[in-house]
């Protein structure tokens, strides 16, 4: 496979198929809850887009475009939505993706500060994200409210946040 494209094998390394082939950078891919359609963010046309592929057909279509990097993205559970951190308006933040209604929310608003790592509490209420450059801990945002909540205190490099089915 080429530096950048998107493969799907078995967790042993068995059946590696590539799915895209585009010379572009693809990055941030995450299974929707179907467990056959993936998101991911690639340049591919030129700037930052969400894409979605159904992973048996190979059909993929542009979701969302963007101005800057984006650095991460999560479907929502129930794939109406997406988290996304995204640079377009200057520093690194969290927002809410809600293409069937054409929004962007902000949830972070943090200059000195980077965010990343973003992904979905099982009913779709909270975010759990990681926050910080050199001392990185892990936080959650209720999306509703806005309201932050710190998780992590202890370390430096909490990362890779993610839900159990019971909200944990």
């Avoid at 590696?16 to 990055?27: A, C, F, H, S």
């Avoid at 159904?54 to 800057?68: E, I, L, M, Q």
């Avoid at 949830?107 to 980077?114: A, F, I, K």
């Amino acid at each position: 496979a080429l530096p950048g494209e998107i493969c799907v094998s078995y967790p042993d390394g068995y059946d590696i198929r590539q799915l895209t082939n585009d010379g572009k950078m693809t990055v941030f891919p995450r299974w929707m809850a179907d467990g056959e359609t993936i998101i991911y963010i690639s340049d591919k046309n030129g700037a930052p887009q969400i894409w979605e592929m159904n992973t048996a057909t190979g059909r993929r279509s542009v979701k969302w475009s963007f101005k800057g990097s984006p650095a991460g993205i999560a479907p929502s559970p129930d794939g109406s939505r997406y988290a996304a951190i995204l640079s377009f308006q200057g520093n690194v933040e969290l927002y809410v993706v809600d293409p069937a209604h054409d929004k962007l929310i902000r949830l972070t608003q943090t200059p000195h500060e980077v965010e990343g790592e973003p992904t979905w509490s099982p009913d779709g209420k909270k975010i759990a994200f990681v926050r910080g450059t050199k001392n990185q801990q892990i936080w959650v945002v209720d999306v509703a409210t806005k309201k932050e909540r710190r998780l992590t205190s202890r370390g430096t490099q909490n990362i890779d946040p993610d839900w159990g089915k019971d909200g944990r």
